[in-house]
């Protein structure tokens, strides 16, 4: 496995492999490798000659300060859990490498209107500071296919529009979100929840299945079972921080014709923010 940190190393490598028609797939991380990293990966072996996971803590995708500098950084087990994976290389720049000018000072990428709602108004920064580095990411590695998972369901959406928007040649696979036995979605942020905020934090899964269930039966009642899906998770001592049912293309409202919608949740659970999603075919 390759380790790489230096820019001219990694179009070495990188150029080396297209002149031999390597296919290519790129994982885009910020470290604190988990299964539902190691999930992607193993979809993109299936596909791939050449599978590159890179790690990056972005510090343009944080809103607050305070969430930069507790992330958690576990480059030494990243590395063993990565070459146990059989990642081809491991891409991880400094902060001078990928914003050399500073990254205040950065060009931005930003796709409109998606990014500045649901999530995007809690977090006005991240999903562009989400789009300015995959696209210098797809820039300098040039993916056949890129993979991610399907928890951060808006920024997957954002990302796709990215990509027809700005004529990528990369494809973009969405992989299902990994859960642990209790349901709950494996995310790096689990690491800030004690034991007993972890057993807490699967009623989530339970609460969707639940709004899932409902609006099978009735996709017009949504008002309805938003109401109901908080006041379940206000009685388990879960914060609701924004609960959504839409389209699962353009994240609007559904329409007597969309196929598929978008559950996405966001809770509190003390100081820690969760976000997860479902699909739902109707």
Same mark, same amino acid.
Not at 197 to 211: R, T
Not at 251 to 267: E, G, R
């Given at each position: ?80 859990? =990565? ?81 027809? +928007?700005?004529?990528? +040649? ?22 800030? =929840? ?14 969707? +299945? ?30 609701? +921080? ?41």
């Amino acid at each position: 496995m390759l380790i790489i940190k230096e820019l001219p190393i990694l179009n070495y490598n990188i150029k080396k492999w297209h002149k031999e028609n390597k296919i290519i797939s790129l994982i885009p991380t910020m470290g604190n490798i988990h299964d539902g990293h190691l999930k992607l990966i193993s979809e993109a072996r299936r596909k791939s000659e050449i599978v590159i996971v890179s790690i990056f803590i972005n510090p343009i995708q944080f809103d607050d300060i305070n969430d930069l500098l507790i992330y958690p950084r576990t480059l030494k087990e990243d590395y063993i859990k =990565l070459q146990n994976s059989m990642v081809d290389m491991v891409f991880i720049p400094e902060i001078s490498q990928m914003y050399p000018h500073g990254y205040k000072n950065q060009t931005i990428v930003k796709v409109p209107i998606l990014s500045s709602i649901l999530e995007g108004i809690r977090r006005p920064s991240y999903f562009q500071g989400v789009t300015t580095i995959i696209s210098k990411l797809f820039n300098l590695i040039k993916p056949n296919f890129a993979y991610f998972g399907e928890k951060d369901f808006q920024q997957l959406v954002i990302i796709r529009k990215m990509v027809s +928007d700005m004529n990528f +040649d990369t494809i973009i696979i969405g992989v299902p979100t990994v859960r642990n036995k209790d349901g709950l979605a494996l995310s790096s942020r689990n690491n800030h =929840l004690n034991k007993q905020e972890i057993k807490l934090a699967s009623y989530l899964n339970k609460v969707m +299945d639940y709004m899932a269930n409902q609006l099978i039966i009735n996709k017009t009642n949504i008002r309805q079972i938003i109401i109901a899906s908080k006041k379940m998770l206000f009685e388990k001592g879960l914060i609701p +921080d924004g609960l959504t049912i839409c389209d699962e293309i353009n994240l609007k409202k559904l329409t007597p014709t969309s196929k598929n919608a978008a559950i996405i949740v966001a809770v509190k659970i003390g100081n820690t923010r969760l976000i997860d999603y479902k699909k739902v075919i109707l």
